[in-house]
């Protein structure tokens, strides 16, 4: 069965990047699912950030883009997250997820606290 | 830009059905959006519950079911319980190449 970790700093000063990596076990990254960021404010909604696919062919929501790159190492199974430029808004619940092409059968991983304080 | 909608807020007795809608600010649900739903409780991570419309997810009770009424998505809770209080959140597949977008959310009160 398929599980996600997510790792990576909890605390990110303003105008630095964030930087996570999630861990997947149980199957191989190279198989056909797409891999996502999706973050949470706390509080607040689900947001999707993008996906990757094992190819490293990538996929970003338009108000990010600017911002944030997703890769993907298949050596370590593994595929991570960078978020520049980030502000006190960028503070959330960050998780990672598996889905299936052209569907949301999204399996989580348990998420991650990142905040961006001083 | 186009906002995926969803009611804010909704309560159901127990045993009661409730539905629960996702919409669009601009045009139509279709199953071409790929409508999915999901479960949270405070503190957890999501629980998928339905995908492509109306398919449960292993595990998810049949008394949880996914449609498309009239120009909107819809989760339908029937039989409601306690442990059935949590917010709900559907996501939709929005264009060509891959781009999804999170409504708001429902908090689902049992009372």
């Known amino acids: 069965q398929v599980q996600l970790q997510e790792s990576g700093p909890g605390l990110v000063k303003p105008s630095e990047t964030l930087s996570l990596t999630c861990t997947v076990s149980?199957?191989?990254?190279?198989?056909?699912?797409?891999w996502a960021w999706i973050r949470q404010p706390p509080g607040k909604g689900l947001e999707w950030i993008g996906s990757?696919?094992?190819?490293?062919?990538?996929y970003y929501s338009p108000s990010l883009e600017s911002r944030v790159t997703i890769s993907v190492d298949t050596s370590k199974n593994q595929f991570s997250l960078k978020l520049n430029s980030v502000t006190a808004a960028d503070t959330a619940i960050y998780y990672c997820?598996?889905?299936?092409?052209?569907?949301?059968?999204?399996?989580w991983g348990q998420g991650t606290l990142v905040t961006v304080s001083p | 830009q186009t906002v995926v909608t969803q009611e804010p807020s909704f309560s159901v007795s127990p045993g009661g059905t409730v539905t629960l809608t996702c919409g669009l600010t601009?045009?139509?649900?279709?199953?071409?959006?790929?409508p999915s739903w999901y479960q949270q409780t405070p503190g957890q991570a999501p629980r998928t519950l339905i995908y492509?419309?109306?398919t449960r997810s292993s595990g998810v009770p049949d008394r949880f079911s996914g449609s498309i009424l009239g120009n909107k998505a819809a989760l339908t809770i029937t039989g409601a319980q306690a442990d059935d209080e949590s917010n709900y959140y559907c996501?939709?597949?929005?264009?060509?190449?891959?781009?999804?977008?999170f409504g708001g959310g429902t908090k689902l009160t049992v009372l």
């Open positions: 997820a598996r889905n299936p092409s052209s569907s949301g059968n999204y399996v």
């Open positions: 149980g199957y191989s990254i190279s198989g056909d699912y797409y």
């Open positions: 990757i696919y094992h190819s490293g062919s990538t």
């Open positions: 601009s045009g139509s649900v279709s199953s071409n959006h790929y």
């Open positions: 492509r419309t109306n």
């Open positions: 996501v939709l597949h929005m264009g060509s190449g891959i781009y999804w977008v």
